[in-house]
């Protein structure tokens, strides 16, 4: 059957782990195809009465699901430290992860760019971005730079070695005379870059070549992004983004996958929004309903722990997330949060300078400077947790699901009501 890509419609966070994990079942590989661990992605699955939360980085989440085949894709930047920490923490756990896959072809993430990250912020002072520090930005910049290193670099010892003296060059140039940092050795990064290599080997392989022949056999692959579309290189809200490709065009050049054997595109998109780090954001509350979002939406990131920034859902963004990436499908997440209102403010416009915009200003100073212009749906106060199927929810809560699909540019297929896996209203099946 199908390759279906997971896409994230906003700031990220807007819970692609639990759709990924949701699908696992009936999917047979699931791939992360950009980012690194700057991902955080929370899954909660029920085991009996327990309730059982993982935190994954840089692992697919469809590698809760036994029998599912998890790809780490070549438009990954690697951190080997974080991978092999992860898995331990997921084998002491008791979940198999002896199915993973490893492109040859994905990046790693070396020390000298998690110094560089670090240090590149305190500069920048005011004008930082609030990455998350963990290499993303520089190690990307060496693959665009061909300066990069690759996973298969590990395994042929001279050539690991001229591309180490060849990216350290430059490197410690930076390091010195521009952060006043001290030079890194050749031998150091090499001897940290093979720590794990003999571990890795057996999952390396032409990720690519796997996946379109397991799309030959009719099986089914699930894409995964990180981050999301406002935090895309080229679509996001450029410079406040991450560097890699997180919309549907990424899954295919970060994957192996090409386009036209995309079969369906679902936009995850929050019933309200967040953002961690800096950057606009038109509907970003500083009031007690941001308070409230933040409190009752467990709004903390799950990487660096930062309170998240919390506003009112955004139709105008979603309808750019569905534009950029053809979503055929939004799962919109966490209507749960929003129960207990009064009145729910949705995002239908931007007022710039006295102009309506009922798209996405090209330029990133209108951006700045959009104020939304609201419509106000009528709340609901019932607990709608235990809602799965869209009849159980009241009517007031239906209304905002058909309002918000009405504005957003694709069908509503799933409604998130709270974090566990069963706790997800499927309104049309996807697979
Ligand atoms: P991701 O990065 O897109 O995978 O999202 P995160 O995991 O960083 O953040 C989403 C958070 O919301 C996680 O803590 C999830 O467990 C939680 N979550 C996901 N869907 C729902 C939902 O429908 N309702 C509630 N209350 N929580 C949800
Ligand atoms: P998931 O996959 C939310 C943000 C950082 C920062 C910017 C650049 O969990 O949705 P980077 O370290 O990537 O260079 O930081 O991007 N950011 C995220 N925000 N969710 C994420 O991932 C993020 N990954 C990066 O906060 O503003
Ligand atoms: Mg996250």
Known sequence: MPAIAIIGAQWGDEGKGKATDVLGSRVDYVVKFNGGNNAGHTVVINQGDKQEKYALHLLPSGILTPGCTPVIGNGVVVDLNVLFEEIDGLEARGVDTSLLKVSASAHVIADYNRTIDKVTERFLGSRRLGTTGRGIGPTYADKMNRIGIRIQDLFDEKILLAKVEGALELKNQILTKIYNRRAVTVEATVEELLTHAERLRPMVCDTGLLLNQALDRDETVLLEAGQATLLDVDHGTYPFVTSSSATAGGACTGSGIPPMRLDRVIGIVKAYTTRVGEGPFPTELHDEFGEHLRKTGAEFGTTTG??????????????????????????????????????????VAYDVDGVRHDEMPVNQSDFHHAVPIYEYLPG??????????????????????????????????AIGVGPARDQTVVVHDLI
């Not at 569905?322 to 919109?332: I, S, W």
């Not at 809602?387 to 540019?409: C, F, H």
């Open 306 to 347: 930062r309170p998240r920034r919390c506003g009112w859902y955004d139709a105008v963004i979603a309808r750019y997330a569905a534009r950029v990436n053809g979503v055929t499908d939004f799962t919109l997440t966490k209507l749960d949060v929003l129960t207990g209102l009064e009145q729910v403010p949705v995002c």
């Open 380 to 413: 609901w106060w019932e607990d709608i947790s235990q809602a799965r199927t869209l009849e159980d929810l009241p009517a007031n809560a239906r209304a905002y699901v058909a309002a918000v699909e009405a504005m957003s540019g694709a069908r509503i297929s």
